[in-house]
């Protein structure tokens, strides 16, 4: 059966590092790939989108690798900060159509130390 | 605060009662959806509305009813609710229904307790 991991139930970092997450998926062969963050108590939120044919994806502090030889998505954050602690959802979705259906990971817990 | 708006925002309903959430968008989208999260775990996805036509039911119980008036709003009708349905229902549209490619607007959810 399909399944979508991410790594740890929880993770702490200091202020100003980088936090890295992943994303492992087995028996699926997704088109796109995205990264969502979700606050306590609210929806998640979208942060990125990337496709089959993308390596790599960049907004401000935020970047995200696609690699589908190894069936992972690695998401980063540079110079974290306080304000980043969130959980961090992935979802993966095939090439569209009514039918098709997007699938959420895990979800990684993000704790940043100031 | 997000551009889909979901009322209410909690709700405690016995077992027997009727409710409704309502869901609603103003952001031209022709994809709705809903989706119940448990806590500590993902979104799990209950409906998919395109175009006003029910084109996703994931096998959910018929306690649970969907209805999409229009291209803007979103209902979930509910009746004779278990306990365990207690849960986060987070209501969701895209430009598209093909999901993968069209990022999820999510509401802020309605918090539902069934005692």
């Known amino acids: 059966s399909q399944k979508i991991e991410q790594n740890s139930e929880a993770l702490n970092i200091q202020e100003g590092k980088t936090a890295t997450l992943t994303c492992n998926y087995t028996n699926y062969s997704p088109a796109y790939l995205q990264w969502y963050r979700q606050d306590p108590g609210r929806g998640p939120v979208f942060l990125l989108l990337i496709r089959e044919n993308e390596k790599e994806k960049r907004k401000e502090r935020l970047k995200v690798t696609f690699d589908t030889t190894l069936k992972q998505s690695l998401f980063h954050i540079t110079a974290s900060q306080p304000a980043d602690s969130a959980t961090y959802l992935c979802?993966?979705?095939?090439?569209?159509?009514?039918?098709?259906?997007?699938?959420f990971g895990t979800g990684t817990l993000l704790a940043v130390q100031p | 605060d997000t551009e889909v708006t979901q009322t209410p925002k909690h709700l405690v309903m016995g077992m027997t009662n009727k409710k409704s959430l309502k869901c609603e968008q103003h952001m031209g989208h022709r994809a709705m959806y809903w989706y119940k999260q448990k806590a500590k775990k993902p979104p799990e996805l209950m409906f998919v509305y395109s175009y006003e036509k029910l084109s996703i039911n994931e096998s959910v119980p018929s306690r649970f009813s969907p209805e999409c008036p229009n291209s803007s709003l979103l209902n979930l009708h509910l009746h004779a609710l278990q306990p365990e349905d207690s849960a986060l229902y987070l209501c969701?549209?895209?430009?598209?229904?093909?999901?993968?490619?069209?990022?999820?607007?999510f509401g802020n959810g309605t918090r539902l307790t069934v005692t």
């Open positions: 979802a993966l979705g095939d090439h569209g159509g009514a039918t098709n259906k997007l699938i």
């Open positions: 969701a549209s895209s430009l598209q229904a093909g999901q993968g490619n069209s990022p999820l607007h």
